[in-house]
């Protein structure tokens, strides 16, 4: 298991707080209006959204487990309207702020190294792996938050949430940390 460092929280009571990403995007800031109901401010990242995709639209995606990267469902209505899995949630969140995540399942995104990187300390914007076991077939993935906290959708809630690293822990289905995955590919990108 990794050992979670201490980090700058980029979300704080509801809020996301304008900060430098050491990736080089602006700032997570907008996932505020992504996420939080007090906040329709227009988004700060420099990303766009579509009118297909509000950006109120993330917090109120709907989980549904058969609308993985890559199934039928979702070829046949892409987007998150019809709602989405974990994998799909987290990608869609990470492609907001222009990263490319390739539609991969779990165990495959943990074996990827064409478009993402194992990385033991997490920064913003890196995905989180976590299951019961140590095995990623079927691992849970979220979005790293800062200060171990993890913007995710599950089946538990229904909706996106943000959950401590400890909240993880104490659920038996998602207690191991199985590892982080930094997504190296820009949209855009022909790599």
Request: proline fraction near 7%.
């Amino acid at each position: 298991m990794h050992e979670v460092p201490a980090r700058t929280p980029l979300f704080t009571e509801h809020r996301w707080r304008e900060e430098a990403v050491p990736c080089g995007f602006r700032s997570p800031s907008s996932l505020c209006s992504l996420w939080c109901s007090s906040c329709a401010s227009p988004c700060r990242c420099g990303g766009t959204i579509t009118a297909a995709e509000p950006v109120l639209a993330f917090r109120d995606v709907r989980y549904a487990g058969e609308r993985f990267p890559g199934s039928a469902a979702v070829a046949a209505r892409p987007g998150l309207e019809a709602g989405a899995n974990c994998q799909l949630f987290a990608y869609a969140v990470l492609a907001h702020f222009g990263l490319a995540a390739p539609p991969l399942r779990s165990s495959e995104l943990w074996a990827d190294t064409a478009h993402s990187t194992r990385v033991d300390s997490p920064e913003p914007l890196d995905l989180v792996l976590v299951n019961a076991t140590e095995e990623p077939w079927g691992a849970h993935v979220g979005v790293w938050a800062g200060d171990g906290q993890v913007l995710h959708l599950c089946a538990e809630i229904g909706r996106p949430a943000v959950w401590h690293r400890a909240d993880f822990a104490d659920r038996e289905r998602y207690s191991t940390l199985i590892g982080f995955k930094r997504v190296t590919t820009r949209l855009g990108s022909t790599r």
